[in-house]
């Protein structure tokens, strides 16, 4: 219950500020606005392939890429749907290759 409680309140937000991937991916996959602040956002591998989908900041000193007063997600609401159709697709296929 917590854990879909949680994704709920993800999926529902304005804007989520974080410094935990973990909260911020399923921001991501609902189009949630999302604002990471990791002392090494920039130079971290955990967020290399990641950091076209997130907005991020270093530190305090960091200069944010959202707007506050109206936030937006990083990337477009068809990018995401094609990304995520793109992994469907993938999925699908290895899947497949298993299995025959």
């Known amino acids: 219950y917590v854990q879909k409680h949680l994704l709920n ?3 529902t937000a304005r804007m989520v500020i974080t410094s935990r991937l973990h909260a911020a991916l399923p921001c991501v996959a609902f189009n949630t606005p ?3 602040l990791q002392t090494n ?3 971290d591998n955990r967020f290399s392939g990641l950091r076209h989908l997130l907005h991020g900041c ?3 000193k960091d200069t944010p890429t959202i707007d506050f007063y109206n936030p937006q997600p990083k ?3 068809t990018d995401l749907r094609t990304i995520q159709n793109n ?3 993938n999925l699908y296929q290895r899947i497949s290759d298993v299995v025959r």
Do not use: G, K, P
């Open 9 to 11: 309140r993800y999926a």
């Open 34 to 36: 999302c604002l990471v």
């Open 41 to 43: 956002f920039h130079t």
């Open 58 to 60: 270093n530190s305090v």
């Open 75 to 77: 990337i477009s609401l």
């Open 87 to 89: 992994i469907r697709t």
